[in-house]
Every structure is written in structure tokens, then in C-alpha cells.
């Protein structure tokens, strides 16, 4: 009898128009540069932490998001050992999906939209040789890609993001980063 309602329970929360939730999870980032002086860059590993609403239109949904995130990437000059490029932004993605499989206790999604990054605090950085830190962006978008699941109240997500310029169009050095993201998230309704 419990299981019972606890199945019909999570049936419900799958399938009401609006789901509302919290999600976590880790990136790996990477910065693409235009550095003369810079040699290849790494990736990073970082984590990230916000709430999603999905509105669901049968098989479409439209997924807006708010979540903290660090990207960055590894660079390492001629002049010092590799040095770390860390930044704490607030992700704002705006979503629109397509459910592959829509059942009832589970179903399968892509999805892809526009995201707009706004700059939280100040870079973490070491000295890179002409870098000014002050010329990236406050607020930059990129485009987000990717594949996930539900399963009942609990939703998983792959994605890929590509950023645009993230310094100023006035500096002397352009930079895009590439994120791979993955999270999980749990719908509270």
C-alpha cells in the first residue's frame, strides 16, 4: 500500500506543468585564447549550485535556470608555471527541450538555448605577462547543449557550453571558455 502511494506520488510530480527544483553539480572548464605568449590550456574542475522551473508543453518544455558557477581555465606562459584563471559567475540559462521518451515515471530530453554569465567577483589569478585582469567581462552569453533524464523527482543533466569573448572588445586579448557541466537535481513539485 505505501509503495503504492508513494509511486502515484512521484507520478504526479512527473507529470504537472510546472516543475520547480534544485540542482548540483561539477564542470570542467577550459579557456580557448588567443595569448601570443600563452601555451596550451587546461581544464579545471569546479562545481555549481542553483534552482531550475521547468514549464512543461507536452513534449516541448522551456527550462529558465539561475545557478552559481566557477569557470576559467589553466594557462601556463614562457615567463611563469602554468597559472590558474578562475572566475565565480551566476548562470543564467534560458532553455527549450524536446522529450525523446515522455513516460510517466521517466522520460529523455535534449535541450539548447542562449545563456547569460554575470561576473560575481573578482578573477583569481597569478601574473601573466600583460594581462589585464580588469578587461574581463562583467556579464558575457555563450549557448548551452545537451542531453538529460528524469527519473520520477530526480532529473540529470549533460551539457556543453561554449562562451563568447569574455574580455572586453578593447583589450589585446580574446578568450572564449568551453564548459562541459554535469548535474543532477531533485523536482520539490
Not at 542553483?50 to 615567463?79: C, D, H
Not at 525523446?100 to 542562449?114: E, K, Q, T, Y
Not at 542531453?147 to 563568447?164: C, M
Request: hydrophobic share 45%; with cysteine.
Amino acid at each position: 500500500m505505501i509503495l503504492c502511494l508513494i509511486f502515484f506520488l512521484f507520478s504526479g510530480w512527473s507529470q504537472t506543468p510546472i516543475n520547480l527544483g534544485i540542482k548540483f553539480g561539477t564542470n570542467s572548464s577550459s579557456l580557448i585564447t588567443n595569448f601570443n605568449d600563452v601555451f596550451e590550456k587546461s581544464e579545471i574542475k569546479h562545481y555549481l549550485a542553483g534552482a531550475f522551473v521547468r514549464v512543461n508543453l507536452g513534449k516541448v518544455y522551456i527550462q529558465p535556470e539561475a545557478y552559481f558557477n566557477t569557470k576559467g581555465g589553466i594557462v601556463s606562459s614562457i615567463y611563469s608555471i602554468p597559472e590558474n584563471l578562475s572566475f565565480q559567475t551566476i548562470d543564467v540559462p534560458l532553455l527549450i527541450g524536446y522529450k525523446i521518451i515522455n513516460i510517466p515515471i521517466f522520460n529523455l530530453r535534449v535541450h539548447a538555448g542562449p545563456v547569460l554569465s554575470f561576473v560575481t567577483a573578482d578573477p583569481i589569478i597569478s601574473d601573466i605577462k600583460n594581462l589585464n585582469y580588469n578587461d574581463l567581462k562583467d556579464k558575457f552569453w555563450g549557448t548551452q547543449a545537451g542531453i538529460g533524464l528524469d527519473l520520477w523527482f530526480v532529473t540529470i543533466d549533460a551539457r556543453i557550453e561554449n562562451s563568447f569573448n569574455v574580455f572586453n572588445k578593447n583589450s589585446n586579448y580574446s578568450a572564449s571558455n568551453r564548459v562541459f557541466l554535469l548535474s543532477a537535481g531533485i523536482k520539490l513539485f
